[in-house]
């Protein structure tokens, strides 16, 4: 089993940038296919991104994806997700999570404890 830690989160001015991170350990990272959701308050949870285990395949999830840039450092054992041009929508918490047969929600065995996104208009 790999244990997820999200940093990266923050308030911010809407039309900023952020880079998440998740670290991840305890397992072969590059077995794992990797995903961000988030939360909104009041919302769901959400798919955000996904990213297969080499890295070489992306997928998004939401609209607006132009936003987001899923990315992952199998060395470092580490995903990241860039968001740009912050909107105030984007509130919420931001997890990652890991399968290692996939990144479809059933899939996700393991799951981060996520970072606090709040952006300011």
């Known amino acids: 089993q790999v244990q997820l830690v999200e940093s990266g989160g923050g308030l911010v001015q809407a039309g900023g940038s952020l880079r998440l991170s998740c670290a991840a350990s305890g397992g072969t990272f590059s077995e794992y296919a990797m995903a961000w959701y988030r939360q909104g308050p009041g919302k769901e949870r959400e798919p955000v991104a996904t990213i297969s285990w080499s890295g070489h395949a992306t997928d998004y999830r939401v609209s607006e994806s132009g936003r987001f840039t899923i990315s992952r450092d199998n060395d470092k054992n580490t995903v990241y997700l860039q968001i740009d041009n912050l909107k105030p929508e984007d509130t919420a918490l931001y997890y990652c999570?890991?399968?290692?047969?996939?990144?479809?929600?059933?899939?996700?065995?393991?799951w981060g404890q996520g970072t606090l996104v709040i952006v300011s208009s």
């Open positions: 999570a890991a399968g290692s047969t996939g990144w479809d929600l059933h899939e996700l065995e393991n």
